[in-house]
Protein backbone atom coordinates (compact mmCIF):
# COMPACT_ATOMS: atom_id res chain seq x y z
CA UNK A 1 0.00 0.00 0.00
CA UNK A 2 1.40 3.11 -1.17
CA UNK A 3 1.58 5.83 1.86
CA UNK A 4 3.50 9.05 2.80
CA UNK A 5 3.49 10.46 5.80
CA UNK A 6 3.99 13.66 7.32
CA UNK A 7 5.75 14.73 10.54
CA UNK A 8 7.10 17.43 13.00
CA UNK A 9 5.06 20.32 12.60
CA UNK A 10 3.94 22.47 15.51
CA UNK A 11 4.27 25.84 17.07
CA UNK A 12 6.92 28.12 16.91
CA UNK A 13 7.93 31.57 17.53
CA UNK A 14 9.14 33.91 14.37
CA UNK A 15 12.72 33.15 13.96
CA UNK A 16 12.69 29.90 14.80
CA UNK A 17 12.84 26.54 12.90
CA UNK A 18 11.53 23.45 12.17
CA UNK A 19 12.09 19.69 10.30
CA UNK A 20 9.30 18.60 8.81
CA UNK A 21 9.69 14.78 7.38
CA UNK A 22 7.45 12.70 4.87
CA UNK A 23 8.07 8.92 5.46
CA UNK A 24 6.99 6.85 2.21
CA UNK A 25 5.86 3.25 2.42
CA UNK A 26 4.82 0.63 0.14
CA UNK A 27 7.35 2.14 -3.05
CA UNK A 28 10.91 3.16 -3.24
CA UNK A 29 10.76 6.82 -3.04
CA UNK A 30 14.17 7.49 -4.64
CA UNK A 31 12.94 6.76 -7.60
CA UNK A 32 10.38 9.47 -7.68
CA UNK A 33 9.88 13.04 -7.67
CA UNK A 34 8.98 14.69 -4.23
CA UNK A 35 7.50 17.99 -3.30
CA UNK A 36 6.44 20.06 -0.60
CA UNK A 37 3.10 22.21 -0.68
CA UNK A 38 1.07 23.51 2.15
CA UNK A 39 -2.07 25.41 2.73
CA UNK A 40 -3.80 28.03 5.02
CA UNK A 41 -7.10 28.33 6.19
CA UNK A 42 -9.10 29.77 3.39
CA UNK A 43 -6.65 29.52 0.85
CA UNK A 44 -5.61 27.14 -2.22
CA UNK A 45 -3.23 24.43 -1.84
CA UNK A 46 0.62 26.03 -2.66
CA UNK A 47 3.92 25.06 -3.83
CA UNK A 48 6.48 24.96 -1.65
CA UNK A 49 9.51 22.98 -2.74
CA UNK A 50 10.15 19.81 -5.06
CA UNK A 51 13.23 17.49 -5.14
CA UNK A 52 13.29 15.62 -8.85
CA UNK A 53 14.31 11.94 -9.10
CA UNK A 54 18.14 12.53 -9.59
CA UNK A 55 17.86 14.55 -6.19
CA UNK A 56 20.06 16.98 -8.33
CA UNK A 57 17.78 19.75 -9.10
CA UNK A 58 15.10 21.42 -6.60
CA UNK A 59 13.16 23.96 -7.17
CA UNK A 60 11.35 26.28 -4.65
CA UNK A 61 8.70 28.98 -4.30
CA UNK A 62 9.79 33.13 -3.98
CA UNK A 63 8.37 33.28 -0.86
CA UNK A 64 10.85 30.67 0.74
CA UNK A 65 14.12 30.45 -1.08
CA UNK A 66 16.98 30.55 1.24
CA UNK A 67 15.37 29.83 4.14
CA UNK A 68 13.76 26.52 3.20
CA UNK A 69 15.46 23.08 2.17
CA UNK A 70 14.31 20.02 0.50
CA UNK A 71 16.63 16.74 0.86
CA UNK A 72 16.33 13.33 0.57
CA UNK A 73 17.19 10.01 2.60
CA UNK A 74 17.19 6.88 0.81
CA UNK A 75 18.54 5.19 3.67
CA UNK A 76 14.80 6.21 5.46
CA UNK A 77 13.33 6.25 2.22
CA UNK A 78 12.05 9.74 3.36
CA UNK A 79 11.81 13.20 2.21
CA UNK A 80 12.47 16.29 4.50
CA UNK A 81 11.61 20.09 4.73
CA UNK A 82 14.44 22.37 6.49
CA UNK A 83 12.64 25.02 7.48
CA UNK A 84 14.47 27.90 9.28
CA UNK A 85 13.72 32.28 9.78
CA UNK A 86 10.35 31.05 10.13
CA UNK A 87 7.60 33.99 9.52
CA UNK A 88 3.76 33.90 10.12
CA UNK A 89 2.66 33.81 7.01
CA UNK A 90 4.15 29.97 7.02
CA UNK A 91 1.62 29.25 8.67
CA UNK A 92 -0.45 26.61 7.15
CA UNK A 93 -0.90 22.58 6.80
CA UNK A 94 2.05 21.11 4.84
CA UNK A 95 1.64 18.38 2.66
CA UNK A 96 3.74 16.24 0.89
CA UNK A 97 3.06 14.06 -2.86
CA UNK A 98 5.09 12.57 -5.42
CA UNK A 99 4.98 12.30 -9.13
CA UNK A 100 7.21 10.26 -11.23
CA UNK A 101 8.89 13.03 -12.78
CA UNK A 102 9.18 16.82 -12.90
CA UNK A 103 10.93 17.19 -15.50
CA UNK A 104 13.65 19.77 -16.01
CA UNK A 105 11.31 22.83 -15.98
CA UNK A 106 9.22 22.27 -12.84
CA UNK A 107 6.86 25.18 -13.02
CA UNK A 108 5.64 24.80 -9.04
CA UNK A 109 2.22 23.37 -9.47
CA UNK A 110 0.97 20.22 -8.00
CA UNK A 111 -0.47 18.68 -11.51
CA UNK A 112 1.10 15.41 -12.03
CA UNK A 113 1.62 14.93 -7.58
CA UNK A 114 -0.43 11.98 -5.77
CA UNK A 115 -0.56 9.82 -2.92
CA UNK A 116 -0.60 12.93 -0.82
CA UNK A 117 -0.31 12.64 3.19
CA UNK A 118 -1.93 13.75 6.12
CA UNK A 119 -0.55 16.64 6.19
CA UNK A 120 0.62 18.32 9.54
CA UNK A 121 0.45 21.84 11.21
CA UNK A 122 3.18 24.61 11.16
CA UNK A 123 2.22 27.53 13.25
CA UNK A 124 4.49 30.48 13.50
CA UNK A 125 3.63 32.72 15.90
CA UNK A 126 4.45 36.30 16.26
Known amino acids: QVQLVESGGGLVQTGGSLRLSCAAS????????AGWFRQAPGKERDFVAALDRSSRRTYYADSVKGRFTISRDTANNAVYLQMNSLKPEDTAVYYC???????????????????WGQGTQVTVSS
Open 26 to 33: GFDFSYWS
Open 97 to 115: ARKFDIGTDYGGTTAGFGS
